[in-house]
């Protein structure tokens, strides 16, 4: 309990500091101080209210004090990814200049689409960025179960397309499941990093072991391999930052490559093989059934050597002849072959510059949840961003993978703004939260 002169002191500090959510921070940092000076002059002999008093002289004027914290504890907005969004945004209507042949649409309705996925895009950002995130935290068993629920009801009702029943039908729009799902398993992995070291026992490891896993499996069950891959990466991403005692982490790893073995193996042996291999044989060797499996990386391939440095123009039936999807998981090659290889090159920097944005955005924070969660945030953009243009050369296995923000489709839209949100709420909040990370607590 501080004394009433104490509490006037810092009332009168915070009285100046604009940002409420700061306030009970700034309190508990000058309370220490306090004390700590009160009980210094009550050694030297003063009485307790005179100790009181000669610390809140030493301490300063109240008023100045917080003027002079006021700056420092304001809400910040990481006006780089924002201007990085909008340019994205702008060049994801790049592709569907032209239309889409394959529907034998006018541009026009794909980029009305496409702008309305946008819009709704914006206000997710928006209704993410201006809450207190740390109130997700302890939500992470909710969270999980949600992203059960939905393939749970993929499973029931979901809709079938191109083999895989992903696709939750909602009032006016199709969505895809998979995509939501991800997105709570991310949420529910960040919070239970939070507190990893709480699951010491064997029961709880077993119990990590199994939440780990199940996701994984429901998306081979789908099938959307690409989601898993995903997945796994976002979760060891978060797994290597998130301040696991050794023990338990050499614990978790040896089971988790141990499992990872055998259900490989089994997954090999299993029905679905028969697309797997044929996936893996087309990506070692494309030649040997050029017009069936490897006809899109001939097809890629023949699209990029036609580029030349500065392309052939957005209107140009041809591209769409040779590369079918070039508006979604194809979106880079087709830019590459429009306006060329000296745009392919900026883009690609521009991509980095994004993702290493929020990379290093994730130590500004002094909090560990919400470091979590923008590791997790830059994976979940890495992963797919690497993988989409790795496979236009062909070093990676093609799969259904979006460029985010630039290939067109709402529900990755929609997914990667819910993510950035968070990552800019972290971002905004940085200043605002208490440290919850040991070592930065001491320092």
Not at 165 to 192: C, E, N, Q, R, Y
Not at 320 to 325: A, R
Request: with cysteine.
């Amino acid at each position: 309990m501080s004394s009433p002169k104490f509490e006037e002191f810092l009332s009168k500090v915070t009285s100046k500091v604009k940002s409420k959510e700061a306030h009970n921070m700034i309190k508990k940092e000058l309370i220490h101080h306090l004390q700590e000076l009160s009980q210094s002059y009550k050694k030297r002999g003063f009485s307790k209210e005179d100790a009181e008093e000669k610390a809140i002289q030493e301490m300063g004027n109240p008023f100045t004090i917080g003027e002079r914290l006021n700056p420092l504890h304001k809400p910040k907005m990481d006006w780089v990814l924002i201007v990085l969004f909008v340019l994205f945004a702008g060049i994801s209507f790049l592709p569907l200049v032209d239309g889409i042949p394959e529907f034998s649409l006018s541009g026009t309705y794909f980029m009305g689409r496409q702008a309305i996925w946008y819009t709704l895009a914006i206000l997710v950002i928006i209704g993410l960025l201006f809450f207190d995130y740390q109130k997700l935290k302890n939500g992470w068993i909710y969270f999980y179960a949600i992203g059960l629920l939905i393939h749970i009801y993929l499973h029931l009702f979901g809709i079938m397309t191109n083999g895989a029943k992903k696709w939750v039908s909602l009032p006016g729009l199709t969505v895809d499941g998979t995509m939501m799902s991800l997105f709570f398993f991310f949420l529910a992995w960040a919070g239970i990093f939070n507190k990893i070291n709480e699951f010491r026992s064997w029961k709880k490891q077993g119990l990590l072991f199994v939440l780990f896993w199940i996701p994984i499996s429901l998306y081979m069950m789908v099938p959307d391999f690409m989601v898993s891959i995903i997945y796994f990466f976002c979760i060891l991403g978060m797994f290597a930052f998130a301040r696991i005692h050794k023990k338990l982490a050499v614990n978790l790893t040896l089971t988790n490559l141990l499992a990872g073995i055998i259900f490989i193996i089994m997954f090999y042996m299993t029905s679905r093989q028969s697309y797997l291999l044929t996936r893996l044989s087309a990506f070692i060797n494309p030649t040997a059934d050029s017009n069936g499996a490897g006809y899109m990386y001939k097809a890629v391939r023949n699209v990029l050597s036609e580029a030349g440095w500065f392309g052939n123009g957005l209107s140009n039936e041809l591209n769409f002849q040779l590369l079918p999807e070039a508006h979604t998981d194809f979106a880079f090659p087709f830019l590459v072959y429009s306006l060329g290889w000296a745009f392919g090159f900026v883009l690609c920097l521009i991509l980095l510059i994004f993702i290493s944005r929020i990379s290093k955005n994730a130590f500004k924070t002094k909090d560990l949840y919400g470091r979590l969660i923008v590791i997790g945030g830059a994976t979940l953009f890495a992963v797919p961003t690497t993988w989409n243009i790795l496979m236009s050369f062909g070093v990676v296995p093609i799969m259904g993978v979006s460029l985010p923000f630039i290939s067109y489709g709402g529900s990755a839209i929609l997914f990667y703004a819910a993510v950035l949100g968070l990552i800019l709420n972290v971002y905004r909040r940085k200043d605002l939260v208490e440290p919850t990370i040991a070592d930065e607590i001491k320092s």
